[in-house]
Every structure is written in structure tokens, then in C-alpha cells.
């Protein structure tokens, strides 16, 4: 399984970005494409979670009403819309897959490479 992360860039507080996953591979190998995001000096945190299975997502309270993330009908690519964006949400955001539902990034096998997202204030 392979993840290409893109979408990101510079944006001014109170802007909008959308990041894309494409996943290509035996993409059959898993039911959940999770978002974290990691910030200079910071671990790993979760942002969000889809289940590609019934569409199901869970978020976190740091993003909840301001991100949302979908998936396309083919299920290979994967979409986080960030509206409302803090200097806060400043962090490279990464993709993964895994086949169980954990907001824990230990539990995610295939990993997209990163897109930097910077929010300036």
C-alpha cells in the first residue's frame, strides 16, 4: 500500500486548505485511513478518522467543527477539508492507513509522507 499525501502550503489565519491521500496498492488490506498531524517539537497527534467501510468519522476536539474529512467514491483517495485555521494547526499533516479504529498512530501501518502546513498568524 502506498500513501501520497498533498495539499498543503502557507495560509494566513482564518483560511482554508484541503489535503488529499491517494492510496494506490492493495488497498483492500485496510478499513480506516486516519490524519494526524505532528508540529515541530510536539509528538504525533490524531486529527481525524474515517471508516472507508460505512463512511464513519470520528475527530479530534482540537479540529472538530473546522475539519472535515471524506473519502471519494472509489475509496482511494481521501480528503481533509481544514476551514478556520489557527497558527495552532501549524504541523506537517500525515495520512495512514490501518484495519481497526485507534487514534493511537502506533496502530497504523502505511504511512503517507507528510504535507507541511503552516498558518501564519
Known amino acids: 500500500v502506498q500513501l501520497q499525501a498533498s495539499g498543503g502550503g502557507l495560509v494566513q489565519a482564518g483560511g482554508s486548505l484541503r489535503l488529499s491521500c491517494a492510496a494506490s496498492g492493495r488497498t483492500f488490506l485496510y478499513y480506516y485511513m486516519g490524519w494526524f498531524r505532528q508540529a515541530i517539537g510536539k509528538e504525533r497527534e490524531f486529527v481525524a478518522i474515517i471508516n472507508l467501510r460505512d463512511s464513519s468519522i470520528t475527530y479530534a476536539d482540537s479540529v472538530k467543527g473546522r475539519f472535515t474529512t471524506s473519502r471519494d467514491n472509489a475509496k482511494t483517495t481521501v480528503y481533509l477539508q481544514m476551514d478556520s485555521l489557527k497558527p495552532e494547526d501549524t504541523a506537517v499533516y500525515y495520512c495512514?492507513?490501518?484495519?481497526?479504529?485507534?487514534?493511537?498512530?502506533?496502530?497504523?501501518?502505511?504511512w503517507g509522507q507528510g504535507t507541511l502546513v503552516t498558518v501564519s498568524s
Open positions: 495512514a492507513a490501518g484495519n481497526m479504529f485507534s487514534t493511537s498512530s502506533r496502530n497504523y501501518r502505511y
